[in-house]
């Protein structure tokens, strides 16, 4: 079990989106954290459990008060509230201003999304919404304790340039340097495209190619369907069987591959715990019917 941080270099490539889809359709159980700095998005998007609204003081914002007087990983279920469909979410600051409340707790809040995969009592996986992270966001602070940063980014020239760019900064600030193709840092930079379906596997090998070329170390850990239809029924603007959809069937596989390379490495700490949580699945894809919301 680990903490896999997503973010984007620039623009909107659907950092959120995949987050959410990752989340819903992850093995294990699964804590999803808005922790963009410049504020999340859920409260508005997505229903709770009881078919209310989110909270939006629940969360991010709540929490700061707690880590300033230490954060033990238990205590962050009691920031956590539950979507229409399961999934347990720690909800985003409501504006960019809210940062300043979190300033210097960013190490803190890194080592207990990392620390809740050993916890003996409710041990889940973090997948944490960084948004577009520069040199100078604090999100980059929870970095060190990831087993696995994802950059996310569409498949435009700018875009992959722009990936390939903001992976060898990652890399320079988290390992120290570039890499070569059979030495790769830890946390691993992985890259995660948002691309046609038809195209997808083609580009990726592509893209991989030019990230080994230009010694970013990271590499291509795989692609999300650009699903228009699929990200407005993930974000509850659209009814149909979100779990046939192109989003949550690639998510799946993505979630799948990660799990099966690095899931026993990340579980190796934890794995007197497997058993008791083998039967959370709040969030699995066969839920997703009808009106599932981002929840799903």
Not at 127 to 143: H, K, M, Q, W
Not at 173 to 183: E, N, T, V
Not at 231 to 258: C, E, P, Y
Request: proline share 6%; with cysteine; aromatic share 4%.
């Amino acid at each position: 079990m680990a903490l896999i941080a997503l973010a984007a270099d620039k623009g909107s490539p659907g950092v959120t989106t995949a987050a959410v889809a990752l989340a819903a359709v992850w093995p294990r159980r699964v804590l999803l954290a808005e922790a963009d700095p410049a504020g999340g998005d859920l409260v508005y998007r997505s229903a709770a459990a009881h078919g209310g609204p989110l909270n939006p003081n629940t969360g991010m914002l709540s929490i700061a008060a707690t880590a300033r007087r230490g954060l033990v990983p238990d205590q962050l279920w009691d920031h956590v509230q539950p979507l229409s469909g399961g999934l347990e979410v720690l909800v985003g600051l409501g504006i960019a201003e809210q940062a300043a409340g979190l300033a210097g707790l960013w190490p803190t809040l890194g080592h207990a999304f990392n620390s809740l995969a050993d916890s003996p009592h409710a041990a889940a996986d973090v997948i944490a919404d960084c948004g577009r992270v520069s040199g100078d966001t604090p999100a980059v602070e929870l970095f060190p304790h990831a087993a696995l940063v994802l950059l996310i980014s569409r498949t435009e020239p700018e875009a992959l340039a722009r990936v390939r760019d903001r992976a060898a900064a990652l890399a320079a600030k988290l390992h120290g340097g570039p890499r070569g193709a059979a030495s790769l840092g830890t946390p691993m930079i992985g890259v995660v495209l948002i691309a046609d379906t038809g195209t997808a596997g083609k580009l990726a090998s592509q893209v991989n190619d030019m990230l080994v070329h230009a010694q970013t170390g990271a590499r291509v850990v795989g692609t999300i369907a650009d699903d228009p239809a699929g990200a407005d029924q993930l974000a509850g603007r659209k009814r149909g069987r979100l779990d046939k959809s192109l989003l949550i069937r690639s998510a799946r596989k993505v979630a799948a591959d990660l799990y099966q390379q690095y899931g026993a490495a990340w579980a190796a700490s934890a794995r007197a715990d497997q058993a008791p949580q083998a039967h959370h699945a709040p969030h699995a894809p066969g839920q997703m019917q009808g009106h599932a919301g981002a929840g799903a």
